[in-house]
């Protein structure tokens, strides 16, 4: 299936995150769209997800309300744990090493970034053995 009919971009997310777009609602413009069900643009919505965590990102710090935007996120496309390992294993691996390079620019991690990892941990959801690896 395309989804070239179909385009969540900053204003969609806005306003989902802003509760001015329901589950119903979306539900309603998608099959709008003849798209039937969540599972059926599940790929579409890794991405947009994907997407909107490397903008979280990009100023090496991960707010607790970039984290509850991104949290409200998944629940809303319906991402599992599990889903960002199993189907964008190498997209969040160059994130996770992006992140922990920067850390390390001055040879050790401080306080402050181990919490930023363990929210770029949660950001995925991931477990412990599985983020030490993807730092690799």
Do not use: P
């Amino acid at each position: 299936m395309t989804n070239s009919n179909l385009n969540i971009d900053g204003k969609m997310i806005d306003l989902i995150l802003n509760d001015k777009i329901d589950k119903k609602l979306f539900l309603e413009i998608l099959n709008s769209k003849n798209i039937n069900s969540l599972k059926d643009i599940h790929e579409y919505l890794l991405d947009i997800l994907l997407n909107y965590v490397e903008n979280i990102v990009d100023d090496h710090f991960i707010s607790q309300d970039e984290i509850m935007k991104a949290t409200k996120l998944k629940l809303f496309f319906e991402i599992k744990e599990g889903d960002f390992y199993e189907k964008r294993h190498l997209q969040i691996k160059h994130i996770i090493q992006k992140q922990y390079s920067y850390f390390l620019v001055d040879g050790h991690i401080s306080h402050s970034e181990e919490l930023q990892e363990v929210s770029l941990q949660d950001l995925f959801d991931l477990g412990f053995d599985q983020y030490l690896e993807l730092k690799k």
